[in-house]
């Protein structure tokens, strides 16, 4: 029996990419077939072949269509928009009508700051467990590590692309809120917290904006903790990539964080469920952020 082996490319550790100066992810697939012959005396002769086949994974482009917004994605954020105001009108004009401003106020208030703490828990989870096949959230979960390999991304996203996913769970969640309540004070908090869970993204997106290119509002926000800032939330993508994940003020940060609220969920998931999260591995080249080189080379 004769054996022989054969490669589409040479099979030899690649250690002449620099990672700045790589554009891409390197994949490897390697298949093994085989294939029976005979010869002249009927004795059967495999064939093995090893073919190693190379698939490159590049980030996203600045015109790449998936950062574009499509008209599905503006009709499902004016629709989340629309719910948005219904309630937020229902709230003010409730409260004009009964006298009231003290309690929705408050309550739009007690929106905001669990909105803060929602995303930070939100956040969490999709980064540390799941992938894209978990149902209802695995394209998420895909966006937010394909996020952290390439977070430069996000800022070149168009705005109704960004929002749009968030968007239509507002809608779905609000709508029905708006028919069945007319309380002012219930929908003070609806309308505030549903807000800030919406348009996260953006505040998400312009936290990893530059400063000069930012709405001087925006920076005025950051700087005064009422929006997640620049620095707080670079902090998240710097190692052990396990901290600093609110994204609405990011008000909640300090506190998880040195509480270690995250890290003891983290331990009682695993001892219940027996289940890591992608924090307690050590980052490798899926995790770790890619230089932005389309900017740099323009």
């Given at each position: 029996?004769?054996?022989?082996?054969?490669?589409?490319?040479?099979?030899?550790?690649?250690?002449?990419v620099?990672?700045?100066?790589?554009p891409?992810l390197?994949?490897?697939?390697?298949?093994?077939?085989?294939?029976?012959?005979?010869?002249?005396?009927t004795?059967?002769?495999?064939?093995?072949?090893?073919?190693?086949?190379?698939?490159?994974?590049?980030?996203?482009?600045?015109?790449d269509?998936?950062?574009?917004?499509?008209?599905?994605?503006?009709?499902?954020?004016?629709?989340?928009?629309?719910?948005?105001?219904?309630?937020?009108?229902?709230s003010?004009?409730?409260?004009?009508?009964s006298?009231?401003?003290?309690?929705?106020?408050?309550?739009?208030?007690?929106?905001?700051?669990?909105?803060d703490?929602g995303?930070?828990?939100?956040?969490?989870?999709?980064?540390n467990?799941?992938?894209e096949?978990?149902?209802?959230?695995?394209a998420?979960?895909?966006a937010?590590?394909g996020?952290?390999?390439?977070?430069w991304?996000?800022?070149?996203?168009?705005?109704?692309?960004?929002?749009?996913a968030?968007?239509?769970?507002?809608?779905?969640?609000?709508?029905?809120?708006?028919?069945?309540f007319?309380?002012?004070?219930?929908?003070?908090?609806?309308s505030?917290f549903?807000?800030?869970?919406?348009f996260?993204?953006?505040?998400?997106?312009?936290?990893?904006?530059?400063k000069?290119?930012?709405?001087?509002?925006v920076v005025?926000?950051?700087?005064?903790?009422?929006?997640?800032?620049?620095?707080?939330?670079?902090?998240?993508?710097?190692?052990?990539y396990?901290?600093?994940?609110?994204?609405?003020?990011?008000?909640?940060?300090k506190?998880?964080?040195?509480?270690?609220?995250?890290e003891?969920?983290?331990?009682?998931?695993?001892f219940?469920?027996?289940?890591?999260?992608?924090?307690?591995?050590e980052?490798?080249s899926?995790?770790?952020?890619?230089?932005d080189?389309?900017?740099?080379?323009?």
């Amino acid at each position: 029996m004769a054996v022989s082996f054969q490669t589409k490319y040479p099979l030899r550790p690649i250690t002449n990419v620099s990672r700045t100066n790589r554009p891409s992810l390197l994949h490897v697939r390697v298949t093994c077939s085989a294939t029976t012959t005979t010869t002249t005396k009927t004795q059967p002769i495999r064939e093995k072949k090893l073919v190693v086949e190379k698939r490159f994974v590049s980030p996203p482009l600045s015109n790449d269509p998936t950062l574009k917004s499509t008209w599905t994605h503006r009709l499902w954020v004016a629709a989340g928009c629309t719910t948005l105001v219904a309630s937020l009108a229902k709230s003010v004009i409730g409260g004009v009508g009964s006298h009231l401003w003290l309690e929705p106020a408050l309550a739009g208030y007690a929106g905001y700051v669990l909105a803060d703490l929602g995303s930070g828990v939100y956040h969490w989870a999709i980064d540390n467990y799941g992938d894209e096949s978990t149902p209802l959230v695995g394209a998420q979960i895909e966006a937010f590590q394909g996020h952290h390999k390439w977070p430069w991304t996000i800022t070149r996203r168009q705005f109704a692309n960004n929002l749009h996913a968030l968007a239509r769970v507002i809608t779905f969640t609000v709508l029905p809120l708006d028919l069945a309540f007319n309380d002012p004070v219930v929908h003070g908090f609806v309308s505030t917290f549903a807000f800030c869970i919406m348009f996260s993204q953006q505040f998400h997106a312009w936290a990893h904006g530059t400063k000069s290119k930012l709405p001087p509002l925006v920076v005025a926000l950051q700087d005064m903790g009422v929006l997640v800032s620049r620095k707080q939330h670079g902090e998240h993508h710097r190692a052990p990539y396990n901290n600093n994940y609110c994204i609405v003020s990011g008000a909640w940060n300090k506190v998880l964080d040195e509480s270690k609220a995250f890290e003891i969920l983290e331990m009682v998931l695993f001892f219940k469920l027996g289940v890591r999260p992608r924090s307690w591995s050590e980052p490798n080249s899926e995790w770790t952020e890619e230089t932005d080189l389309s900017s740099s080379q323009a």
